[in-house]
């Protein structure tokens, strides 16, 4: 399985798809890295020797340049991805892009629901548990069939923070194990 991942962030879950793949724990080629910004997940692309591209989101043909650098693939990862995929690569990659979220799907997702305003929604909304998802892409935000999910509770005392460590602790054993029964189609 040929995989191109997306990164706008820390690139944590990117690093744990580059130690999978190289420990043999997933079958996969990393065909190339593409942010939407100057991130420190970057990095992780350049120390395993992984061909990365940075292009900018607020360059005016963003859309137009991320559909010109993606190679052919069998997956697209979005792994902490920020911008919207342009439609026209939702329509070309058909069923072959994913999104992890940091959310119990359908809930808390679209527009504006990243990050910590995520995990402060869910604490607001006195929720008695979260978690993250894993979906395919389709035309909207977050919208897409889910594919697997993994839950945590949510604590009396939560704040946005400790409520994200927990979901993190889970993002990365649930993007590999998509990835691994994605793989094995
Ligand atoms: C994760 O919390 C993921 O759910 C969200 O963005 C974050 C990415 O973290 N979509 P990292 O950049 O992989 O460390």
């Known amino acids: 399985m040929n995989i191109v991942v997306l990164i706008s962030g820390t690139g944590s879950n990117l690093k744990a798809i580059i130690d999978a793949i190289q420990s043999h724990q997933l079958q996969a080629t990393l065909l190339a890295v593409i942010a939407d910004r100057d991130c420190a997940g970057l990095a992780h692309a350049h120390h395993a020797g992984i061909p990365s ?7 005016p043909d963003f859309a ?6 993606l190679p052919d693939c069998d997956l697209i990862v979005l792994a902490g991805w920020l911008s919207v995929i342009p439609t026209s690569i939702v329509q ?3 069923k072959k892009i994913i999104n992890l979220h940091p959310s119990l799907l359908p ?3 679209g527009m504006g629901m990243y990050g910590r305003r995520v995990h402060e929604a869910v604490i607001a909304a006195a929720e008695r548990e979260s978690g993250c998802s894993v979906h395919w892409v389709d035309e909207g935000v977050d919208t ?7 839950k945590v509770p ?8 400790a409520l994200a460590k927990r979901v993190q602790a889970e993002e990365h054993a649930l993007l590999l194990r998509c990835l691994r029964d994605l793989s094995e189609r």
Not at 53 to 59: A, E, F, T
Not at 144 to 150: L, P
Not at 154 to 161: G, H, M, N, R, S
């Open 144 to 150: 897409g069939e889910v594919i697997a999910q993994a």
């Open 64 to 69: 137009a340049r991320l559909e010109q650098a």
């Open 92 to 94: 070309k990659f058909h």
């Open 53 to 59: 591209l940075m292009l900018d989101r607020k360059l």
């Open 154 to 161: 949510v604590l009396a005392d939560d704040t946005p923070e």
């Open 107 to 109: 809930k808390f997702g």
